[in-house]
């Protein structure tokens, strides 16, 4: 099972950007998705979260009409744009994967983990 996070980088704030995660060694489209970060010194947080058939999402209120998550099963990933962003912002951000059928904010509930991609954000 591997779950790879890519696309992060040096953004000024205001600016946009795409994350990627790429799965493979599960049957993707019976996991939902997640993605989370770490900011330094803080916990693992909830960002955004995908249903196994992409019908529903759920968002953390701090990114809410800002970051928006979508997921290809044909080619078993997911993306996260994000648009807007602030130096609050930065972190390492992971994707994860639930045999839930919608995601939730349960760390718990995600049984495997990417490494994460990092991101900053520069004011």
């Known amino acids: 099972v591997q779950l790879q996070a890519y696309g992060g980088g040096l953004v000024q704030a205001g600016g946009s950007l795409r994350l990627s995660c790429a799965a493979s060694?599960?049957?993707?489209?019976?996991?939902?998705i997640a993605w989370y970060r770490q900011a330094p010194g803080k916990e693992r947080e909830f960002v955004a979260g995908i249903s196994w058939r992409g019908g529903s999402t759920t968002y953390a209120d701090s990114v809410k009409g800002r970051f928006t998550i979508s997921r290809d099963n044909a080619k078993d990933m997911v993306f996260l744009q994000m648009n807007s962003l602030r130096p609050e912002d930065t972190a390492v951000y992971y994707c994860?994967?639930?045999?839930?059928?919608?995601?939730?904010?349960?760390?718990?509930?995600?049984?495997?983990w990417g490494r994460g991609t990092e991101l900053t954000v520069s004011s």
């Open positions: 994860a994967a639930s045999r839930t059928s919608i995601a939730t904010m349960a760390r718990d509930d995600y049984s495997y």
């Open positions: 060694g599960f049957i993707f489209d019976d996991y939902s």
